[in-house]
Antibody
Framework: QLQLVESGGGVVQPGGSLRVSCAAS????????MHWVRQAPGKGLDWVAF????????YYAGSVKGRFTVSRDNFENTLYLQMNSLRAEDTAVYYC???????????????WGQGTMVTVSS | DIQMTQSPSAMSASVGDRVTITCRAS??????LAWFQQKPGKVPKRLIY???SLQSGVPSRFSGSGSGTEFTLTISSLQPEDFATYYC?????????FGPGTKLEIK
């Protein structure tokens, strides 16, 4: 069964750092690009970052560029999001989502994790 | 960056009604458009991908159409479980962008 499970959320002070993880199972993780999407309390969905299947390219939303880093370990079937210089406006549920097979295609975002809550507060 | 707009932002409808939600992109995105349904406290669920392809397991009352800059999601006959918030997403260009959402409520 295809599954994504996030972990690592918590409460962090403004300016602090946190790394969240996404463990994949049930599919060939190393063949798929992966995304991070977040949702602030009571707000809409906000795309955050993407990493290609082999980690060779990454893309970011402007609001997190230079502060967040997406990475992956294809041996451990795990996706990561390192978040530095955190701000109150980064408070959100962070979801990982499965991208498309190898290159870009129209078939993506079919599988989502349950999300992990990150709260930035003093 | 490509901006996505949705209309309406909210609407009320009755069981059995036909409902159409529109999503517009600020520039052409071919058919790199997906629709998601989200219920309170739940994970978003993909309904439609490639503008008009129905996700496996999603009822056939849901359909999508469009290409380029204008897209629609249609629910042919609303069911009680369809009351939720709907989002479109363009994944043609980076950064990918979601629409602001359409909240569908019971009349």
């Amino acid at each position: 069964q295809l599954q994504l499970v996030e972990s690592g959320g918590g409460v962090v002070q403004p300016g602090g750092s946190l790394r969240v993880s996404c463990a994949a199972s049930g599919f060939t993780f190393s063949s798929y690009g992966m995304h991070w999407v977040r949702q602030a309390p009571g707000k809409g969905l906000d795309w955050v970052a993407f990493i290609r299947y082999d980690g060779s390219n990454t893309y970011y939303a402007g609001s997190v560029k230079g502060r967040f880093t997406v990475s992956r370990d294809n041996f451990e079937n795990t996706l990561y999001l390192q978040m530095n210089s955190l701000r109150a406006e980064d408070t959100a549920v962070y979801y990982c989502a499965k991208g498309s097979w190898f290159g870009e295609s129209t078939d993506a975002f079919d599988i989502w994790g349950q999300g992990t809550m990150v709260t930035v507060s003093s | 960056d490509i901006q996505m707009t949705q209309s309406p932002s909210a609407m009320s409808a009755s069981v059995g009604d036909r409902v159409t939600i529109t999503c517009r992109a600020s520039q052409g995105i071919s058919n790199y458009l997906a629709w998601f349904q989200q219920k309170p406290g739940k994970v978003p669920k993909r309904l439609i991908y490639a503008s008009s392809s129905l996700q496996s397991g999603v009822p056939s009352r849901f359909s999508g159409s469009g290409s380029g800059t204008e897209f629609t999601l249609t629910i042919s006959s609303l069911q009680p479980e369809d009351f939720a918030t709907y989002y479109c997403l363009q994944h043609h260009s980076y950064p990918h962008t979601f629409g602001p959402g359409t909240k569908l409520e019971i009349k």
